[in-house]
């Protein structure tokens, strides 16, 4: 059964932090703060889970460490995000700087002098 604690916990926060990430969008949340906490809520929350789905008679989870790893892993996994995509939340094609555009043609006079191949043509008529 523990051999499936990691993919159970994953499923349980998915769905959350879709929720997370999708009102940091709406809000341009920018914050590593928000992901951080965002994060700690959530492993929280699968802290809370565990522990109250646990069978009477069998070894429980409630204590110091588990605590702990379930917080550390929830900041770790809010900050991760942040890094990753969390900077740029909420970001539009207009906040992104304009891409680079090329330099005008520079515009040719009329009193330039004539090409070689210019002065070839007319020294041939």
Not at 31 to 39: A, C, F, M, T
Not at 95 to 105: K, W
Request: glycine residues 10%.
């Amino acid at each position: 059964m523990r051999d499936y604690a990691a993919t159970h916990s994953a499923i349980f926060a998915f769905p959350f932090a879709l929720i997370g990430i999708a009102v940091a969008e709406w809000l341009s949340v920018r914050s590593w703060i928000y992901y951080v906490v965002v994060g700690i809520l959530i492993a929280l929350g699968g802290f809370g889970a565990v522990s109250y789905f646990e069978v009477e008679g069998q070894p429980t989870i409630i204590n110091d460490y588990a605590m702990r790893t379930f917080l550390a892993v929830g900041f770790v996994g809010g900050l991760a995000y942040w890094l990753v995509a969390g900077r740029r939340a909420g970001g539009r094609r207009g906040d992104r700087p304009a891409p680079a555009q090329r330099a005008p043609e520079p515009e040719i006079s009329e009193t330039e002098e004539p090409t070689t191949s210019e002065k070839l043509a007319e020294a041939a008529n």
